[in-house]
């Protein structure tokens, strides 16, 4: 007899334009939103039960409906508002997960009413509500940075199967991941999300760097140590690899110039940490 | 005082492809590695200690050291040799995660050595390694299947925002990823991988769906009772809409003949089912 | 002054599921329609003289209103019958191209009504009418064969900046791109694309290649040799480089047995052949 | 008996990474190089005459060297200092063409030698190269933009199956690419593509839009007229759909607040405008 360990099903992918009309100046928000469900909802599977099946499309409804009921402040605050909507219509759920990330768009110089897209960067949150507790996990996602100075790597350890050269400079370039845990749910959390952004960003390019690891680290710090409504901070910074191309068969020199960048393998480097 | 609560590194998407020659006649597998590592590694964060940090870059070697050491037969097995490799080489490491996917490569007709691609499918293998346990979780990544008869979905849980109509003939489709915990470490792999992706294949062909839930659940139920060592199975499977073309404002009726896929939203549908 | 020198437009990535049921048996189509008409246009952009422009809209609605219509044979048939429709209506259109994309669908073994994807391979159409004539260019994109025995490269051009060392005995893998231009309208289409892809293949495994650009002459001479109503075909064959490892580090030889698969850089060979 | 009417060769996707050290601030550019050649290579193809075959590899390698021995100041030099290399080496290419893509990669704030990517845009250029000419298209790809407001789409053609409802208020974005013809080779070409594309944006953001066709006609005028040295402007700018949400199913109003963007299909307009 087979019995259901886990079991959630939602909608994934729903996209939102909002825009947000003050007067002749608009803002415009782009978001993707991801719903999953958790409760009482085995029959479904094993009997084939859809009267206790919220469809999916029903959740797509209910992001653009709210969007208009409550306007969409920031992503966290959206996520609640469709959280505690879920749960207070649902009574056999006993989990929601919100996911909901944000498309950068910024305005072209001053005007009104027109946007260029910010790239690949996501701005992020997680939510997660149960009938007794809301946790909110925001982040950013794909952020690439590089930096062409102060990044080393000395000093490794070695097997029969080490053959990479010691560096005191190379490029250390990393598509960023990160999220971290509030402490609070009353937060400011645009304010809070350009906060450590820009801290990231600030530390990342400061650090004398003698290894992802450490970089990683200090970043992780340096959030902890001003953002007190943080717990806990987690970052992922694969190191994608821009490797020196060897010029010596050409009689010619690379004094830190001359690299190419390969999207694969990369170096994978994550951390969790915690006040 | 900030604390690491959680940390890993390692080498992400080390590409191999694998020749094997039988005389004239050659076999091909292409494959991406990645590699994760868990153990005393808290002070290459804290301290910059790089003493105990083994390369990402001797990683990678490793990978193709071993393929021509000892051949590359099944996923599952070169994933145990590289992780008991690692085990035996780096003391300070506790834990390794090695996660492939294997590409498929088709013959070309009855030729000895020329392949078609098979497409966006994966096999693919978890394997995770402490000094006292080897767990192997092996799957089916990326499998794209579609039904055109046999599908409803009726009978559900309606609230303010539903408009879904009720269906007893709808196409269903998905993007199918699989993955089961395996309850002993001496298999065929190979074998049993090839086993298991048909009998999802034909019970999904031959179900008839009240729910994407139900087919989930049948196909789970399937390979737990053919296949007596697997312990569970997981299985994702998003609704990819194939959504009927209302053509009555153009006078013409559409019997289930004309539809439209998109790629998002998706309905999300996910299970682990155990014996 | 300016001027309009050329100036297009259409609709893009149309998409259609269609679905022929043949009692309980069913065939299923997935094509990617794209629309781009040529004529008396100009206004629109010069004048904002919108009384000339059809909705790009409306081109997606005859999409789907004329497969109802007529079904879809082939994805040729289908293209003339959109491109007539609109030259029938559109006074002002002189010339209109049609560009479809069909994803591959396979019968999950011989069940009536349930399919698995084919992957990336797409056949395709390029289908060019104006009042007074229709050209059809048929295609396959993106077929990904690779060959592991039979290739070879030497005696090439040298310059100062030539470090490839010769080699008698190669991978030799291609992401192929083909189409080719029919000599008459009057084609048992799907027969053809059959027979043409099933040559390409069988010649691809069988050639002795000295370099991409012979092994793509043989392949194109082949195909003009045996399909008469074929004027001239087209095809694109970068080298998609597999590398072998040096182990020669590790003490360890590779007789051609590990490699490594690389996305980028690639050769590019394109060549059209006539009759 | 066949004849070859086309046939190019080249290496495309050739990735470098240029740091420009100017003391301890840095400079740096990521850029993306294909190489097609054309001129009397058929007896490589017909014959398997290699002797005539300039490697790809050395293609890479000259990317590499060039770029060390004569700098990269911007894309379209580096293409010429590329094209002119090829052309004095290789006595049989006649015609040579370099397609150069950069990312771009912005200051982290003032930081000496940090950087984050700036998106999907690329600057672009095409050099074409004979013995007798030169002639760069440089452009901008990939280049998301969006308007919120002053966009309207009336009073156009309908045939049987229009169903567009007429609108003067809708989102207007769209990913532009663009081109463009130098009248000269000597040109500040950083200034010239960074004020084309401040144009081109601030133009996009003020226009107020009756079509796309207008909008994009409107754009093409404003470089021609303020830019002397370009004698014609290519842009393509699919209409990338954001489709008001229609709210009245659950009693709401929706005054231009509430859109779900669609990735496909997509209007297609496309104009060259020449003075």
């Given at each position: 007899m087979s019995t259901i360990v886990f079991d959630t099903y939602g909608k994934t992918r729903v996209r939102l334009t909002y825009v947000r009309r003050l007067g002749s100046r608009h803002e415009v928000q782009e978001l993707t939103v991801d719903v999953f469900m958790e409760g009482e909802f085995k029959e479904a599977f094993t009997?084939?039960?859809?009267?206790i099946v919220l469809p999916t499309d029903t959740m797509k409804n209910t992001v653009y409906a709210l969007a208009r009921k409550?306007?969409?402040?920031?992503i966290e605050e959206f996520a609640r508002d469709l959280a505690r909507h879920f749960l207070a219509g649902v009574s056999h759920l006993n989990k929601v997960l919100l996911e909901i990330k944000e498309v950068p768009w910024n305005r072209i110089?001053?005007?009104a009413a027109a946007f260029v897209q910010g790239g690949l960067e996501r701005r992020t949150t997680s939510f997660t509500a149960t009938r007794s507790s809301e946790v909110f996990r925001s982040g950013i996602q794909d952020l690439q940075i590089l930096k062409t100075t102060d990044s080393a790597f000395t000093g490794f350890f070695k097997d029969q199967y080490t053959t990479l050269a010691e560096t005191t400079d190379r490029l250390l370039g990393t598509v960023m991941q990160s999220d971290w845990l509030y402490?609070?749910?009353?937060?400011d959390f645009n304010k809070t999300h350009a906060g450590i952004r820009s801290l990231l960003l600030t530390t990342f390019a400061a650090h004398k760097s003698l290894s992802v690891q450490q970089t990683l680290y200090d970043m992780a710090e340096a959030v902890l140590k001003q953002f007190s409504n943080i717990a806990e901070i987690h970052l992922v910074m694969p190191n994608k690899h821009c490797l020196l191309v060897d010029l010596s068969k050409f009689g010619m020199d690379n004094p830190n110039q001359i690299f190419y960048p390969i999207d694969e393998p990369s170096g994978y480097i994550e951390a969790k940490v915690a006040r």
């Open positions: 009997k084939a039960d859809n009267s409550n306007g969409v402040n920031s110089g001053d005007s402490t609070s749910t009353d937060v």
